[in-house]
């Protein structure tokens, strides 16, 4: 009778310690973007907000007429500047016009040589069903939603596009040990930063002249703006 109301006792700890460490573990987050307040978020390299970043809906806008992606001029990307981040859980919802363009930056810099891709890697957002057919152009799986973009390209048996208009989910993991990169609750990469399979593979290609590229080990999140209507919500990380 002791043993079992010992074993009762244990038992009944060890439940009362994982509720707590995930009690906690949610507690860590912290919100970027809650849906009724822009604070913390600016210009790359600005003071201010720019005006076509507004909250509709909940939603973090970019409020512009729909562009061919041959029309867009783009220029007015943002980053959540209140803070800088070194290892971190990201995660963010999202979603695009037909043949919408967009990413997620980290480690971003400020008042750096060059512009903000070839500084910061980006998990690439974009509408793979139809930006093809609208513009008119061929893509690499390179630049399709959930790659590193011109890095490590997703696992397309693991990958889930939603329609133009249909709100995605994702996730992005970083530490120097292992990257993720999550699409709808599913993994579609991961690679070791500034492994030697990493630095080869920035030698061979589109960042091969791009120095700076992936070097900053802390800095800015950032959302870009390629000139045509964005909508991102439920924006939020924690350190690791």
Same mark, same amino acid.
């Given at each position: 009778m002791k043993k079992l109301l010992l074993l009762t006792l244990l038992?009944?700890?060890?439940?009362?310690?994982?509720?707590?460490?995930?009690?906690?573990? %949610?507690?860590?987050?912290?919100?970027?973007?809650? =849906?009724?307040?822009?604070?913390?978020?600016?210009?790359?390299?600005? %003071?201010a907000l720019p005006a076509q970043w507004v909250i509709v809906d909940g939603a973090l806008t970019f409020d512009t007429e729909k562009k061919l992606?041959?029309?867009? @001029?783009?220029?007015?990307?943002?980053?959540? =500047?209140a803070e800088e981040f070194d290892n971190f859980e990201l995660y963010?919802?999202?979603k695009l016009p037909e043949g919408g363009?967009? =990413?997620?930056?980290? $480690?971003?810099?400020?008042?750096?040589?060059?512009?903000?891709?070839?500084?910061?890697?980006e998990y690439q957002l974009l509408d793979d069903l139809k930006w093809e057919?609208?513009?008119? +152009?061929?893509?690499?799986?390179? @630049?399709?939603? =959930? +790659?590193?973009?011109?890095? $490590?390209?997703? %696992?397309? #048996? @693991?990958k889930i596009v939603k329609p133009a208009g249909e709100w995605n989910t994702t996730k992005i993991v970083f530490t120097p040990e292992r990257v993720e990169h999550w699409l709808n609750g599913k993994l579609l990469?991961?690679?070791?930063?500034?492994?030697?399979?990493?630095?080869?593979?920035?030698?061979?290609?589109?960042?091969?002249d791009s120095p700076l590229y992936g070097t900053f080990k802390t800095g800015y999140i950032g959302l @870009?703006? $390629?000139? #045509?209507p964005l909508w991102f919500k439920n924006i939020k990380i924690r350190k690791l």
């Open positions: 038992a009944a700890s060890i439940s009362a310690c994982s509720s707590g460490s995930k009690e906690t573990a %949610d507690n860590d987050w912290i919100i970027l973007f809650d =849906g009724t307040s822009t604070d913390g978020w600016r210009a790359y390299n600005g %003071d992606e041959s029309e867009m @001029q783009g220029g007015k990307d943002i980053i959540y =500047g963010l919802e999202w363009n967009s =990413g997620v930056f980290y $480690h971003l810099k400020e008042n750096v040589e060059g512009g903000i891709p070839e500084i910061a890697p057919e609208i513009n008119n +152009a061929k893509l690499e799986e390179w @630049q399709k939603t =959930g +790659a590193d973009y011109a890095m $490590h390209l997703p %696992d397309l #048996s @693991q990469l991961s690679f070791v930063p500034w492994s030697d399979d990493w630095y080869a593979k920035k030698a061979a290609g589109k960042w091969k @870009q703006d $390629h000139d #045509s």
